[in-house]
């Protein structure tokens, strides 16, 4: 009796992880799709920040089958974009686009896992709206500015050029940051949550199984 439990155990320990892994390298799939039809808000930031929704298959995948699975789409997304598309900014882009989706990702999965309530749905993702936007800023004026200005043979004073072209309060990098950076990654973060509000509940069986 063990055993055939044991053996029943397995079987849908293995239906599972094929399920997910499955389900992983859709929403990643989608996820590169989303990551083409990219916008500027430009009365926010300059052009070259640009918004997309890829982030919404990969969170709603993070809440039907948790933290992990999101990261690993996460990943898989940003490799498929690789291959499709290359990169330009010497894989900086890449790996910012890797880490701030880990920091929408993760927290918002995370505080969802501990009650799957609505309630707890939205807590969730302002705290990976919190996250992600404290992370941009902080990555942004240490690491991705200074990296894209040196990719490119240009000072980093380029930057708040053209940031000072749209907000006259921004005289330098932090405020830049502060003024451009933050609030472009917060209304990214209030569009993508809002989306994922309204599908999640629609998609969820899918990727549950529930609906088959």
């Not at 079987?11 to 989608?30: D, E, F, P």
């Given at each position: 009796m063990k055993t055939t439990t044991t053996t029943a155990?397995?079987?849908?320990?293995?239906?599972?992880?094929?399920?997910?892994?499955?389900?992983?390298?859709?929403?990643?799939?989608?996820?590169t799709v989303l990551m083409l039809f990219e916008f500027p808000l430009p009365f926010l930031a300059p052009g070259f920040y640009e918004l997309d929704f890829s982030d919404v298959p990969i969170l709603i995948g993070a809440f039907a089958?948790?933290?992990?699975?999101?990261?690993m789409t996460e990943l898989v997304k940003i490799l498929l974009n690789l291959v499709?598309?290359?990169?330009?900014?010497?894989?900086?882009?890449?790996f910012a686009n890797f880490v701030m989706g880990c920091m929408f990702v993760l927290p918002a999965s995370l505080?969802?896992?501990?009650?799957?309530?609505?309630?707890?749905?939205?807590?969730?993702?302002?705290?990976g709206t919190a996250t992600m936007t404290v992370s941009a800023v902080a990555l942004n004026a240490l690491v991705l500015l200074p990296a894209y200005a040196k990719a490119f043979g240009m000072p980093?004073?380029?930057?708040?050029?053209m940031g000072s072209a749209i907000?006259?309060?921004i005289d330098g990098l932090w405020t830049f940051v502060l003024l451009a950076v933050a609030p472009?990654?917060?209304?990214?973060?209030?569009?993508?949550?809002?989306a994922t509000?309204?599908?999640?509940?629609?998609i969820s069986p899918i990727l549950k199984g529930n609906a088959l």
């Open positions: 155990n397995l079987k849908t320990g293995n239906r599972k992880a094929t399920r997910t892994t499955v389900c992983v390298g859709m929403l990643a799939a989608i996820s089958l948790g933290p992990m699975a999101g990261v499709i598309n290359g990169t330009n900014t010497a894989f900086v882009g890449e505080i969802y896992q501990r009650k799957k309530s609505k309630g707890h749905a939205a807590a969730g993702l302002l705290a980093v004073e380029s930057f708040v050029e907000n006259g309060a472009f990654n917060l209304v990214k973060g209030v569009l993508v949550s809002a509000m309204l599908l999640y509940k629609h």
